[in-house]
T-cell receptor
Framework: RKEVEQDPGPFNVPEGATVAFNCTYS??????FFWYRQDCRKEPKLLMS???SGNEDGRFTAQLNRASQYISLLIRDSKLSDSATYLC????????????FGDGTTLTVKP | NAGVTQTPKFRVLKTGQSMTLLCAQDMNHEYMYWYRQDPGMGLRLIHY???????AKGEVPDGYNVSRLKKQNFLLGLESAAPSQTSVYFC?????????????FGPGTRLTVT
């Protein structure tokens, strides 16, 4: 079993739709969690950190469920520019901040 | 403030050749990392460094060596390139703040080994 698992998709949604991605992690001792965005042939960029209380940044909402060991990303009112691959990242909080990346979920937003 | 830069952006090697990839960051970050990303797959950690003069192995270190002689630079070496090392290589850095392990990535180096 992979340490971090994501539904690879692809998710194809129309503009304005709401879409949600889930990510599960296997190590219950994991400390910090992130969502990154990666555009085609580009480097990953931090989208948002995920806190236990949940957090929101504009159209994006991230949630953490430690009991079930999953994190989620909700995108409301999808834009064409949201088309990208979304990477779930889990960090143990120890050992030099080594992070484990999921393989990513691909989102395509269509007109 | 350039962030994280990588040199070169593209490279084609023949099997058995050697090369060094350079990563530089101007954010005064303590931690630096080298990843590879194969098509349709996630990032896999090759080597990392928690500070100047220190390096450690990641998930897939075989065939690679690294050095961090200066805090701002992290070099990745391939001594004898193999076709299996064809990949996109990303460097990243992270501040050494408690609980703050977000990483900032360079634009990547696309390496093809024939």
């Amino acid at each position: 079993r992979k340490e971090v698992e994501q539904d690879p998709g692809p998710f194809n949604v129309p503009e304005g739709a709401t879409v949600a991605f889930n990510c599960t992690y296997s190590n219950s001792a994991s400390q910090s969690f992130f969502w990154y965005r990666q555009d085609c042939r580009k480097e990953p960029k931090l989208l948002m950190s995920v806190y236990s209380s949940g957090n929101e940044d504009g159209r994006f909402t991230a949630q953490l469920n430690r009991a079930s060991q999953y994190i989620s990303l909700l995108i409301r009112d999808s834009k064409l520019s949201d088309s990208a691959t979304y990477l779930c990242v889990v960090n143990m909080g120890t050992n030099a901040g080594k992070s484990t990346f999921g393989d990513g979920t691909t989102l395509t937003v269509k007109p | 403030n350039a962030g994280v830069t990588q040199t070169p952006k593209f490279r084609v090697l023949k099997t058995g050749q050697s090369m060094t990839l350079l990563c530089a960051q101007d954010m005064n970050h303590e931690y630096m990392y080298w990843y590879r990303q194969d098509p349709g797959m996630g990032l896999r950690l090759i080597h990392y460094s928690v500070g100047e003069g220190t390096t450690a192995k990641g998930e897939v270190p075989d065939g690679y060596n690294v050095s961090r002689l200066k805090k701002q630079n992290f070099l990745l070496g391939l001594e004898s390139a193999a076709p299996s090392q064809t990949s996109v290589y990303f460097c990243a850095s992270s501040p050494a703040l408690a609980g703050s392990y977000e990483q900032y990535f360079g634009p990547g180096t696309r390496l093809t080994v024939t």
